[in-house]
């Protein structure tokens, strides 16, 4: 499995091709949430004021997604932003904060992260969440936010995303814990992802 990392985390991230040149920063991941996918990043100029770019970076275009860097093979493979978010869930503006409930109607709490996964995979793994009191319960109690998995099924309806019973079953307090979690839980969530 590749690295995992927060969707937060990317934001600022230089955007570098394959020859070593620097063509941007990641403003926002870009996902579709449902299907579990990143696709893409919208984009800031390099500068220190500069802006937001007209042109967005779509996955297809991402040749790996690392822990210093997004690497892409040329500026080709940019698009425009607003063509690429048109149909599309900014996790900064739609996802954090967005509820997060089970099938069954129980509240989990709120999403304060995406988990996703680097390298070529690109896959939407789990969210950080600040979990309700009574959703929290053993070791972790204390701590009120936990990772927990997508599962197999995810549902997006407005600012609610609602997850199968069986992923807000394991949780993890951290990301290290999330990562043996869904590599460790066998075929459940490793195999059954998208």
């Not at 970076?57 to 790996?64: E, F, G, K, T």
């Not at 069954?104 to 690109?122: F, H, N, Q, Y």
């Not at 204390?142 to 609610?160: D, E, I, N």
Request: proline residues 4%.
């Amino acid at each position: 499995m590749n690295e995992l990392m927060a969707a937060r985390s990317l934001t600022t991230r230089p955007v570098v091709t394959l020859g070593g040149d620097a063509v941007a920063h990641v403003k926002d991941t870009v996902c579709d949430a449902a299907a579990g996918r990143i696709t893409g990043f919208t984009l800031t100029g390099r500068g220190l004021l500069s802006g937001p770019l007209r042109e967005g970076l779509p996955w297809s275009a991402v040749y790996a997604l690392g822990h210093d860097a997004v690497m892409i093979r040329d500026r080709r493979g940019l698009v425009n932003a607003a063509v690429m978010t048109a149909d599309q869930q900014n996790v900064r503006a739609r996802l954090l904060g967005a509820k997060v409930l089970t099938e069954a109607g129980a509240e989990v709490g709120t999403v304060l992260d995406v988990v996703v996964e680097g390298g070529t995979g690109g896959r939407v793994l789990g969210f950080r969440v600040a979990a309700n009191r009574r959703f929290v319960s053993g070791p972790s109690r204390h701590r009120r936010r936990v990772y927990v998995p997508r599962g197999q099924t995810l549902t997006v309806s407005g600012r609610a995303l609602v997850l199968p019973e069986d992923s807000v079953r394991h949780v993890a307090d951290d990301l290290n814990g999330f990562t043996a979690l869904v590599g460790g839980v066998p075929g459940h969530w490793r195999g059954s992802l998208p």
